[in-house]
Every structure is written in C-alpha cells, then in structure tokens.
DNA sequence: GCTTACCGTAAGTCATGACTTACGCAAAAG
DNA sequence: CTTTTGCGTAAGTCATGACTTACGGTAAGC
C-alpha cells in the first residue's frame, strides 16, 4: 500500500519540534512564512525549509496571494494521521483484551 | 501543560521507521524481544533499544514473563495521540471554513 | 552445581537532518 | 526604472540518534 508511506512522511514531519510549533502557530489560523518566522527562535529559511516539507507531507496547504504565500492547516492530510492511529488503537485495544482473556485462563 | 511532553514524546517515538515497524508487529499481539528482533533487519540490542524509547513515550508496555519480556501496545498511551489529532483536525477544519469566507467575500 | 537461552546496558561509529549565511528571483512601492 | 519586500534555494557546519559489537546479569534446562 502506498498509504504507508504518506502516514511515514506525515509522521515524520510531526517529528522536528521546530515544525510542532509551526502547526501550533498555524492552528489559529493561515499566516505568511514572514510571520510565522517572527514566532519561531529559528532564522526565516529554516521556516521555509520546514514549510516544504510539511507541504510535501500533505500538512500543509500553500496560496500564493501577491508577494507573499500563505501556509495553512490541510484538513485532509491531517485525516490521514488520524484514521491511521484510530485503527492502531483498536488494535491495541484488541490485544489487551487478548492477553486480559489469557491471563484470566492461567489464573484459575 | 505537562500534556504536551507526552505528546511530544510518542510523536518522536513514532517517528523512526524502524519503531513503527515494531508497531505493526505488534499489532498482531504482544511478543518477546527475541521474536520481533527475528521479524527485523536490525539486532536485537537496537531492538531492545526501540522498546525502551516507546516504552517510556507511553506506547508500549513490558510484562516480564520467566526468563522472557512481553511487550504489546498501550491503548492509553495511543489515545493522547488520538486525541491531539482529533482536536488538531478540528482546528484545521476551522481555519479552513474561515479561509473559505474570507474568498467568497472578495470576489464578489 | 554448570550450561544455555533471553535480555538490558555500555561504548563507539556513522549517517541523517536541522540550522546558518549567502545568493537569486518575482511582486509591490516609490 | 530603481528600490524594497517577501520567499525559496544552495552550500556548508554541527549535533542528534540509530546502529553495531562486547559485556554482565537473571531465569530455565540438564
């Protein structure tokens, strides 16, 4: 499946702290790299060099409006992550009913 | 918020591919050390490496079992995750609508 | 008792990637 | 047309962390 490798660069986009702090940034709403700089200890490069790789995750969503560009949250990249864990946890969940069941057995 | 340093931590731990591989075997149910080191292309102690990472993000759980450790998922541990995507959707949904009205009002 | 599985830890190597400064290009401003 | 603003890209540096081999320690098997 070549769903795994979009759920693997969404992750691993999630991964820097840097980019964190730009989703957490951008969760009040679409802002330019400029601004969204101003808000971050790093110089305005590293900014746009985290931007694109989120972008190239499916994060992020980029508009050109004039001389800037405007980033903001994508929706359905976001949804990737999220049906991905919802499944994990239902595995998880199934195995430690699994072993709950087991244990139960050996113990009486 | 001390919640986000849990967050933080289960992100990083998912980021590497090899974990998330551990993962998935997992999925399945819990296993030895020495089972999913036989299902990786790494050595065990890089293994046992892996486990101590996401066991200490929250992900995993250890049950020392004899001579042998069992680690499955830890449902609680996924559903922090779950549950910061869910809200993070949200965000991005509403930026997104908010996108969506600032465009229809100028091209009218 | 001794040997054999099974596992965690220590120490060291090496690649990945996050950051910087320097540069080039397109759109607004004057 | 010139200047300024806003970004992206290139090149190089440096730290983080993923991996290896070697070792020590505990539970089972003989």
């Given at each position: 499946?070549?769903?795994?490798?979009a759920?693997?660069?969404a992750?691993?986009?999630?991964?820097?702290p840097?980019?964190?702090?730009?989703?957490?940034?951008?969760?009040?709403?679409p802002?330019?790299?400029?601004?969204?700089?101003?808000?971050?200890?790093?110089s305005?490069?590293?900014?746009?060099?985290?931007?694109?790789?989120?972008?190239?995750?499916?994060?992020?969503s980029?508009a050109?409006?004039g001389?800037?560009?405007?980033?903001?949250?994508?929706?359905?990249g976001?949804?990737?992550?999220?049906?991905?864990?919802?499944?994990?946890?239902?595995?998880?969940?199934?195995?430690?009913?699994?072993?709950?069941?087991?244990?139960?057995?050996?113990?009486?």
């Open positions: 499946m070549t769903n795994a490798d759920i693997s660069a992750i691993g986009a999630l991964a820097d840097t980019r964190r702090q730009i989703v957490n940034l951008l969760r009040a709403g802002m330019s790299v400029g601004e969204l700089a101003a808000g971050l200890p790093v305005r490069p590293a900014v746009s060099q985290h931007l694109a790789v989120m972008t190239a995750a499916g994060l992020l980029a050109p409006q001389n800037r560009r405007i980033y903001a949250l994508d929706p359905s976001i949804d990737g992550l999220r049906t991905y864990l919802d499944t994990l946890w239902d595995d998880a969940l199934a195995g430690f009913a699994a072993a709950a069941r087991a244990q139960e057995r050996t113990e009486r």
